[in-house]
Nanobody, 121 residues
Framework: QVQLVESGGGLVQAGGSLRLSCAAS????????MGWFRQAPGKEREFVAA????????YYADSVKGRFTISRDNAKNTVSLQMNSLKPEDTAVYYCAAGSGYGSSSSYDYWGQGTQVTVSS
């Protein structure tokens, strides 16, 4: 079992930045791809970004490409999401996940509880 805890969410004005972090504990972090997903009110959960275990493969949703950066530190069992140039449409609960895939939520076995990101216009 892997426990994931997100932090770093909050309220920010449009154009601002936030950095989300996800700390993993429990079963070894080793080998898992890590992803970030988000869910806005009344919408389905959507893929944001993912990174392979080695960091050699990184994927982004088109809506965040060029603005968000995913990274991981395997020594510290953490994964981060740097979010720049935030837009009101980025407002959502952001979830960290660990699994074997990348873009599909069904590929992830473990999920955090989520952290709220609110971008005001």
């Amino acid at each position: 079992q892997v426990q994931l805890v997100e932090s770093g969410g909050g309220l920010v004005q449009a154009g601002g930045s936030l950095r989300l972090s996800c700390a993993a504990s429990g079963r070894t972090f080793s080998g898992y791809a890590m992803g970030w997903f988000r869910q806005a009110p009344g919408k389905e959960r959507e893929f944001v970004a993912a990174i392979s275990w080695t960091g050699g493969r990184i994927y982004y949703a088109d809506s965040v490409k060029g603005r968000f950066t995913i990274s991981r530190d395997n020594a510290k069992n953490t994964v981060s999401l740097q979010m720049n140039s935030l837009k009101p449409e980025d407002t959502a609960v952001y979830y960290c996940a660990a699994g074997s895939g990348y873009g599909s939520s069904s590929s992830y076995d473990y999920w955090g509880q989520g952290t709220q990101v609110t971008v005001s216009s």
